[in-house]
């Protein structure tokens, strides 16, 4: 009984952490534009895909190409934008230090509050399209 008890009390934790991190997910999508969204999105496809190399700087420009082949459109100035605001968010690392004309790849400049983000979106859209 009291194996059972300790059971449903943590699948009540469980589920209210799993809320609290929904809320917080949500609170970050609303900040963010859908430009802002389809170039994280871009992100995650890279990610996912493994087209990145990791602990390589490469020019800025030749990111925001890559970025832009992935959503259809290089306009570099709208991308760069983007860039800046996932910045501040703390959603994309930002460009190196030593040279800031450069970005390490690591990740695909994904932060690990990115990744998670990007995860429970796509979970929550293959949820929705069930």
Same mark, same amino acid.
């Not at 459109?73 to 760069?80: A, I, P, Q, S, T």
């Given at each position: 009984?009291?194996?059972?008890?300790?059971?449903?009390?943590? *699948?009540?934790? $469980?589920?209210?952490? *799993?809320?609290?991190?929904?809320?917080?997910?949500?609170?970050?999508?609303?900040?963010?534009?859908?430009?802002?969204?389809?170039?994280?999105?871009? +992100?995650?496809?890279?990610?996912?895909?493994?087209?990145?190399?990791?602990?390589?700087?490469?020019? $800025?420009?030749?990111?925001?190409?890559?970025?832009?082949?992935?959503?259809?459109?290089?306009?570099?100035?709208?991308?760069?934008?983007?860039?800046?605001?996932?910045?501040?968010?703390?959603?994309?690392?930002?460009?190196?230090?030593?040279?800031?004309?450069?970005?390490?790849?690591?990740?695909?400049?994904?932060?690990?509050?990115?990744?998670?983000? +990007?995860?429970?979106?796509?979970?929550?859209?293959?949820?929705? *399209?069930?």
């Amino acid at each position: 009984m009291n194996a059972q008890t300790n059971e449903t009390a943590f *699948s009540r934790e $469980m589920r209210r952490n *799993s809320l609290a991190s929904e809320r917080n997910y949500q609170q970050i999508a609303k900040k963010l534009t859908s430009g802002q969204l389809l170039y994280l999105r871009a +992100c995650y496809v890279i990610y996912k895909n493994g087209d990145f190399s990791p602990g390589q700087a490469v020019p $800025m420009k030749d990111w925001l190409r890559k970025i832009g082949r992935q959503l259809g459109h290089e306009v570099l100035g709208l991308l760069e934008q983007d860039d800046k605001v996932l910045v501040e968010y703390g959603l994309v690392n930002p460009r190196n230090l030593i040279d800031p004309n450069n970005v390490l790849e690591n990740d695909a400049r994904l932060t690990p509050l990115a990744i998670a983000f +990007c995860r429970n979106m796509e979970i929550y859209r293959l949820e929705f *399209s069930s």
